[in-house]
């Protein structure tokens, strides 16, 4: 078995000049060194996202900066583009606001070579700005396995499996599921250490849920809620105390969570009277 094989992490990055920065510097700094970076700015960003990329591409031999113009359509779309041209065996499917432990490229090949998967995913993400009380509303740590240790999404894969079973932009914010969505797959999931770096403002959250809203496949309910929806904002604030007990939270949460609802309830909107699809 080759124990050094070429490996290419692609970074989907969408305004994410406060980012992406840290992220490429976490995943120069790996363990494992036969690596390509290949960063995909996914539609036109309105701040530096392509400038950093492109810095990094001319300082370092492994990194490439890639764009496609237009209006941008998912992360997955930039993960296609990216695998495409890319030259590893095995990819790193990457979030441009996370930041990569050590040993999460050797580690992670090293499980899915001896175990022969196809893909699999990391356990669990941690909070990596968790001193801002929107990012740590957002989450303190998060997992996306189920009961049995099984994801509906992976970050780390072979090659040939994601060409077969590419990223559909149709799912939106959900995309990075699309071979759960189409054919019920789930991936194992191993402990390697990554941390997110959370929405940490108004602006950022808003943004964010008014992605993950475009993706609701019953927007229906999010309007059904609207007469009841500060209860709905308790109840989640309550589950989330239970999780997080955190004494500035009891005040806040229900707010964090108003401005979430309304977010999905525009975007449920203007998906059930206006036609707009995302």
């Not at 065996?89 to 090949?109: Q, R, T």
């Not at 609207?226 to 209860?231: G, H, I, T």
Request: hydrophobic letters at 40%; one cysteine or more; a positive charge.
């Amino acid at each position: 078995m080759n124990k050094n094989p070429k490996v290419s992490a692609v970074i989907a990055a969408h305004n994410e000049e406060l980012h992406l920065a840290d992220c490429i510097k976490s995943l120069l700094s790996k363990s494992h060194k036969n690596l390509e970076i290949i960063i995909v700015e996914n539609g036109n960003s309105r701040d530096k996202t392509l400038k950093i990329a492109k810095k990094y591409e001319k300082k370092y031999k492994n990194v490439s900066a890639l764009t496609i113009p237009g209006k941008q359509k998912g992360p997955g779309n930039a993960w296609n583009c990216g695998v495409k041209k890319s030259k590893g065996k095995y990819i790193i499917i990457c979030g441009a606001d996370l930041i990569y432990g050590k040993d999460y490229i050797k580690n992670g090949i090293s499980i899915l070579i001896s175990n022969r998967y196809n893909a699999l995913v990391h356990r669990e993400e941690k909070c990596n700005n968790l001193s801002n009380l929107w990012a740590r509303a957002f989450f303190k740590k998060r997992s996306s396995i189920n009961e049995k240790g099984l994801s509906k999404v992976f970050t780390i894969v072979r090659k040939k499996y994601v060409l077969k079973n590419p990223f559909d932009s149709k799912f939106g914010y959900a995309d990075d599921q699309t071979v759960y969505r189409k054919k019920g797959t789930t991936f194992p999931a191993v402990d390697l250490e990554v941390y997110h770096t959370n929405p940490a403002s108004f602006k950022d959250t808003w943004d964010h849920s008014i992605w993950v809203g475009r993706s609701i496949k019953k927007p229906g309910i999010i309007l059904v809620v609207l007469p009841v929806f500060f209860l709905w904002a308790f109840y989640k604030s309550l589950f989330h105390l239970k999780k997080d007990f955190y004494l500035p939270f009891i005040f806040f949460l229900p707010l964090y969570y108003a401005i979430r609802y309304f977010a999905y309830f525009i975007e449920s909107f203007k998906k059930l009277f206006l036609n707009k699809i995302p």
